[in-house]
Each structure stands twice: as structure tokens, then as C-alpha cells.
């Protein structure tokens, strides 16, 4: 496909990643139009993003989306975790049935080349003995436990069968890892925040947490890749739990593992950082891993950061939010014996 | 600072009460001489011995996270910090004997096959990890492949993630070997640790040779182990498929000293070992198509089996007693 003159539709334009996506995309000159698709207006005026108000959960799309003529759609209204106006009880709602409808618009949008699905690696689940990195054909091997997993194996079921139903569109399913990044406002990074983290009594888990920047740079450059299928986006590497929190100077409260969700819940609704939701719980315990040779070799996406990298940037920044002091023993040991800042 | 006395580097803090009183010394001059006590600890540190210096260094960079752990989990420094007590178990406890550990590779990827043993908790791979650390001339931290069951449990999971092992299977397997590791597989897996003592010293079935696949498939060469006294340490006299039942655990031995003793049940018996590393199988003779020959792999796999076990009588006879 030529690549000037791009025509590019971007769902879910409101939430962080369509936003971010849409600021990248309009600097771009190889893009003719775009239009932004979501049921409220973006917190900030997206210049040069034609934005729609529609709903993808209703029928309404499949009128819309032909009359832009667009040759790229990018899903991005999945959502992991309840958004301001997206309650947690309609997250279901968001990702499952609003995919069926945007594929249904797809459908009837004769000038379509290519779809990018924003989804997640959740679909691998969190096993304590689950292949410590999942490649791509990996999918739905581990049993599907929370409702979040069930949903993302779903969508993508509908997704997969609508690029074999039309094989000359390129289908692609980005499967992230979750994001961490000082600019992001996810439960994740909340979690990592509060001055004293509670963590899962005899558990470690392993865990990459992809950059902000670098989530929305794999997304762009899914837009302009061909490739099809699914591609792990993650940094590389590993770390685990423990070392991140003494990255960030966070001292951790070890809780048995069935008291962990509502301890995290009574402490989130203290200090305003809210409850982990989805599959956060199990990830928090077993962890997970993913290859990410597809993304480099196919996609041709180099993250930045790598693992250990994203949580360093992540912790300096933190650092720097500070008003008070550490109480993590390691910062104030440091500067006892002049090793440290 | 006005009265340093030499320093003698290399002594020990319980040894060297001179330099603690040094220290002390130190940051006391220093806060008379209107330092806050922040700066002048930090000032006063050169006093210290490099030992305790060493030390207090380590245990900074572990808690402000400053270091390595590699992508799977494995976390060098905290191996280091376990070694002397797998060492104890090693020299003193079962008095190891290694024959032919030069068959181990040096370097690059290896399959280190062995037969596994050990109702409770198998010591197999710790014993074989002590002798590649301790007696080749390269020495390398293997990796080894666990039971998968244990990795959904606390505490042990991550102790074992922390010095090298991960879930047992052929992904895992397939991925380090690709990275140059030397791995570790136990393909009787717990027809082997579960056997009576009765059985012992007897070869269970190798699985489906998935070993022999991955082996096959990375080109790596497969190094048989034989290990001889580990079916002694918790001999098996039954089980309790109840209980196994109700906690999920494969099998729940029961041992003449566990449970019936409690916790000093857990102390393993001190019986003899030893381990030989055999000669290597080169694979490379095959293309890495050949994973998919269901013939070709069985018949490797059998041999490897039929070698191990060889061995295994080999070193019992050379062992005699088990126990003295």
C-alpha cells in the first residue's frame, strides 16, 4: 500500500493511548485525514483530528465509518481498567461487544486496508508455571480465569475471523504488556506509588513493564507496518517485583495472598490511589513474561527502555514528586555511609 | 580527622576490635568537630576494614535494587549467599565423589541429563550444580528444570527462580538453550522422585523424550548424569493419596522420620553420593528437523536412559555401603 496520503480512524480517541497516537499521527505529513472516534470529547483539543462522536457499541458506527473513507482503523477502546465515564461493569460492554460492532463497520468500509487492534497480553494469563516467555502461538494454552482474560481471548477470536473472512486486509493484534510511565494515570502506576506497597506474602513475580513512550511508539509504528497477526509488545528482558520497589525506594508490606486484593482496596481508597483491577491480582502474584523477538524482527519496533530501564525512568521521576522523605531503608543507608544520593 | 592510624586491609570486623573503637573514634571527632551525624559516618567509613566495608556495600546495592538478575529470574548474588549451605550438605553431609566433570562443556549450550531422586524435596540438581561449580575447571551455574507444581507455591518458587531453576517444560528448556545455558532435565520428572524405596535405582520411563526434541532442535549436546545416594536421603516407604489430594501436590511421602518426627523429618539422611557426568551425545550429525522423527527420538532417548542407568549400577557397586 502506498503510504502517502493515509487515511486513519482511531477509536477510543479520548482515552490515553488514542490520544497519544493521534498527536503522533497528525505531525505526520504522510497522513491525508483522521478522524477520532469516541462516545466524549479528548480532555484536550487534538488539533488537526476530526473528531466523531459515536458510541462503538452501537450500530450507529457501521453508518459512520464508511463515509470517512478511511484506509486504517485503530482500535484502540480496549480498556483494562475503568476509565472516567467507562465503568468497570461496562468494561465488558467496551471491549467485547464494541469490537463485534466496529468489525461490522469494518465490513461495510470498502476502502479498508488495514486494522490495528490495541489489545493485551492478558490473554496468556498469569501461571506460576506458565512458560517464562510466551510467543505468540502461545495464546489461550493457560486456563482463561478473570472475566478480563475471557473478554480479551473473545475480541480476538472475532478479530482473528474477520481477517481470515477478508484475507486482503491486513489484520494485526498488538498484545501489550502492561504500561508504566510518570505520565500515566493506571492503576499500575498508582499502585507502584503509594509510599508503603503491599506485595503478596512469598510471591515475586516477574514482570515487563513497557514505557509509555514506547507503547505508543509501537502503535504508530503499527500503522505503518504491514504486518499481520499478533506481536507481543513488551520491553526486553525482565524484573522482578522486589527489585522494582527497591528501584523506586518503596518499602513493601507482605500480605497473604487472599487478603492482598482488599488490603490494596482499603489502602487505594485512603491515599487515592484505587483498587487494582482486572487481572492485576494474579499478575501482582505469578507474574508474566512475553518474547518480544516478533515485534523487533516483523514490526521493526526497537523499544527504548528495556525492562529495568522503564521502571529506573519511572522511579526518578517518582523521586522527584516526593515531598517528603523515603522511609525506604535503602535510600537513608545510602546517605549514611556516602554511597548514595 | 587528625589522628587516622594505618589501616591493615583485608581484616575481619570480630577479629579486629581495634577498628571498630577506630571507627567509633572517628565519628565521634567528627561530630565534635561540627559534622552532623549523617557525614560523619559517611566520612568515617574509611576506618572500617575492606571486608565489613565489602560487606555493607553488598547489602546497599541489594536494597536500593542495584543488582543483577537476569531475565529469568536468576539472581547470582543470592545463589552466592546459599552456596555454603548446599557446600555443607556437599563436603560434609553426603560427602560427594564426581567422576568426569570435564565431559560438562566449558562454555555454550548444553543438556545435562540425569536420573531424579529424592521423595521430599530432590537435591539431585543443587548436588550437580555444587560439583559443576566446585570441580570443572570453568566453573558456570547451570540451570535446572523444576516441577511445575512447585512454582505455584510460595516461598519455594521464587527460592528457586533466585538460583536458576524455572517450570519444567520444553519452551522454557528450548529458550536457555538458545541463550547458551547449561540445562539441567530430570525426564523421569516424578515417576522418579515418587518411586518406593524399593524401586530404587530403577530407571522410570523418560517421558515422551521431549528432552531429546529440544536437544535436537537447539543442537545442543546431551551430557547423562548419573547420581547415586540421592534415593537414600528420604527412602519412601509410602504415600498418601489423600492428602496429596487435598493440598494438590503430586505425592505426599511418607518417610520412616516424616511425618512422624515433624519438622526434624525434613532433615535429609546423611547416605553417600556420588555423580558421573558421562561422556557427551553430539546431535549435530541430525538436522533440526529431525525433532519431528517420533523413531529417532525414542530410540536417543533410550539410549540416554540405558546409559544413565549403566552408570548408575556402576557407581553403586564402586559406592559399596550407603550410608558409611
Known sequence: ?341 | MSSREPETPGTTFPGDPDALARFLREVRSGIEGGLDPVSATSDAIGALPDTLRDAIDLILRRLRGEYSEDEWGFDEDFAEAVFPLFRFLYEVWWRVEVTGVRNVPAHGRGLLVANHAGSLFPFDASMMTMAVMREHPLPRWPRFMVLDWAFSLPFLSVFMRRVGGVPAGPHNASALLERDELVMVFPEGVKGTGKAFSDRYRLQRFGRGGFVEVALRTRSPIVPVAVVGSEEIYPKIADSPALARAIGAPFVPITPTFPLLGPLGLIPLPSKWRIEFCEPIDLSEHPPEAAEDRGLVLDISERVRETIQGKVYENLVERGSAFI
Open chain 1, 1 to 341: 500500500m502506498d503510504d502517502a496520503g493515509r487515511r486513519i480512524a482511531i477509536t477510543g480517541v479520548a482515552g490515553h493511548w488514542g490520544s497519544e497516537l493521534a498527536k503522533r499521527l497528525a505531525r505526520d505529513s504522510r497522513v491525508e485525514y483522521l478522524a477520532g472516534i469516541d462516545t466524549r470529547q479528548p480532555a484536550v483539543e487534538l488539533a488537526g483530528t476530526d473528531f466523531i462522536e459515536a458510541d462503538v457499541r452501537s450500530a450507529a458506527i457501521s453508518r459512520l465509518l464508511p463515509g470517512t473513507e478511511v484506509d486504517t482503523v485503530v482500535h484502540c477502546g480496549i480498556l483494562w481498567y475503568p476509565e472516567p465515564g467507562k465503568p468497570a461493569r461496562s468494561l465488558h460492554d467496551y471491549n467485547v461487544i464494541g469490537t463485534l460492532q466496529l468489525l461490522a463497520a469494518c465490513e461495510r468500509t470498502p476502502t479498508l486496508r488495514r486494522v490495528v487492534l490495541r489489545g493485551s497480553a492478558a490473554i496468556y494469563g498469569c501461571e506460576g508455571a506458565a512458560p517464562l516467555f510466551f510467543t505468540e502461538e502461545m495464546a489461550r494454552r493457560m486456563p482463561l480465569r478473570t472475566r478480563f482474560q475471557r473478554d480479551v481471548s473473545e475480541l480476538e477470536s472475532y478479530f482473528d475471523q474477520f481477517s481470515r473472512r477478508r484475507p486482503e486486509i491486513a489484520c494485526c493484534t498488538l498484545r501489550y504488556q502492561p504500561e508504566i510511565g510518570a505520565d500515566l494515570d493506571a492503576p499500575l502506576v498508582r499502585y507502584l506509588s503509594l509510599p508503603v506497597v503491599p506485595t503478596q506474602l512469598g510471591f515475586d513475580p516477574r514482570l515487563q513493564l513497557l514505557d509509555s513512550g514506547d507503547a505508543t511508539a509501537a502503535l504508530e509504528a503499527a500503522v505503518w507496518s504491514p504486518v499481520r497477526g499478533a506481536v507481543n509488545v513488551a520491553p526486553s528482558g525482565a524484573i522482578s517485583l522486589s527489585r522494582i520497589l527497591r528501584l523506586a525506594r518503596r518499602p513493601s508490606v507482605p500480605i497473604p495472598h487472599p487478603m492482598f486484593a482488599p488490603a490494596v482496596e482499603r489502602l487505594g481508597a485512603r491515599l487515592g490511589a484505587g483498587a487494582l483491577v482486572g487481572d492485576a491480582t494474579r499478575l501482582l502474584r505469578f507474574g508474566r513474561g512475553v518474547d518480544n523477538r516478533r515485534m523487533r524482527s516483523e514490526l521493526g519496533f526497537e523499544p527504548r527502555l528495556d525492562a529495568v530501564g522503564a521502571v529506573r525512568e519511572l522511579a526518578a521521576k517518582l523521586e522527584s514528586r516526593r515531598v517528603v522523605p523515603s522511609p525506604h531503608p535503602g535510600s537513608w543507608l545510602g546517605r549514611l555511609a556516602g554511597l548514595g544520593p
